[in-house]
């Protein structure tokens, strides 16, 4: 049975490296190796995870060891397909992150062919999973520089909300024309969507990177998508970009229909953009029975007391008599844009 003992020199400082935990260390030696050499490597390395997986109780007792064997890999293992089972070998996703991880892998995966990694993108995309989004960074380059159409995977979409959407930048990403259309798809967006994501939209409608219709309609439609679970921070978004009136009347209807099932903090909001619709005469008179029925439903009984704010006429006395108890337009708990 071959052992590191039995390897060329260079093979044999490379696999000290590694033992040590040292990542420069392995970086240097490996892109000295020649094309012999790293096929020799790549051999060897499967051979020597294994044997360091049942020599020690756990991965916890070798871990020092996983980045500097990932970047030996990245480095000699021949095909795309290898490449990418060595990046996502199982006792590696408990290896420590360093910030340079993925500039150093992507600088070794630069030497292939394009169309190697063209194949190595789509693949490392493919193995991509939520949360910890493992290799993220280095699919989503090998995506830009390569030009091929971004992946329509979950994770890949989830992993650019969470690194990608986060300033005025994302215009200039060329992930952009491709990810930002389908933001309000993702269903992971109640994970990866918070108030820097929030913020970087309205600046990107701000400056005409976005389409400010599409974005409130969007943001709307997923909340009333998500019922008991519509992420919050679409609120934040839409009281950023202050629907106006014709705006607030085109969704109405949508708005009226969360109500019943939406967060405290989502039906606020919905319930701010109805008052200033039917305070401007423009609510329509089936709209506003169906939404003082919804919040008959609702636990927050006191929202169907108080009149509209600076009024001392109840709906029943000022429009058609409510069908439920709910007898009076609420209050907001917070001021009206």
Known sequence: MTTTADLPAPLRALFARVADGDTPGTLRIVTGLGPEERKLAAAELPRYAAAQSAAHRGWWEWREQFT???????????????????????????????????????????????????DAARR????????????????AEL????????????????????????DE??????????????????DSLADEFGDRQADTVARLVASGALDRAAVIEGAVTRLLRDGPAA??????????????????????????????????AVAD????????????????????????????????KSWCAPPWPGSTTPYAESRAAPTSGCARWPRSSRSTP
Do not use: K
């Open 169 to 186: 930048r994302a215009a200039a990403d060329p992930l952009f024309p491709h990810l930002a259309p389908r933001v309000f798809d993702c």
């Open 124 to 139: 490392i995309a493919g193995r991509l999973r939520t949360p910890d989004l493992e290799h993220w960074e280095v699919a």
């Open 269 to 300: 909001m919905a319930l701010a953009r109805l008052r200033e619709l039917e305070a401007a005469g423009r609510l329509e008179d089936d709209l506003l029975a169906e939404a003082v029925e919804a919040l008959a439903f609702r636990p927050e």
């Open 68 to 118: 500097p064997l990932i970047v030996a890999g990245a480095a000699c293992v021949g095909g795309a397909a290898a490449v990418t089972s060595w990046l996502f070998r199982r006792e590696f996703r408990w290896r420590v992150t360093g910030d340079g991880d993925a500039r150093i892998i992507l600088a070794l995966l630069r030497e292939r062919p394009e169309p190697w990694r063209a």
């Open 231 to 264: 992420p919050v921070p679409l609120v934040w978004l839409l009281d950023a970009l202050a629907p106006t009136l014709d705006e607030a009347e085109g969704l109405a209807r949508d708005l009226v229909r969360m109500l019943p099932t939406v967060p405290v």
């Open 143 to 166: 995506v830009r520089e390569t030009g091929i159409e971004p992946p329509a995977d979950e994770a890949f979409m989830a992993g650019w909300l969470r690194w990608g959407l986060i």
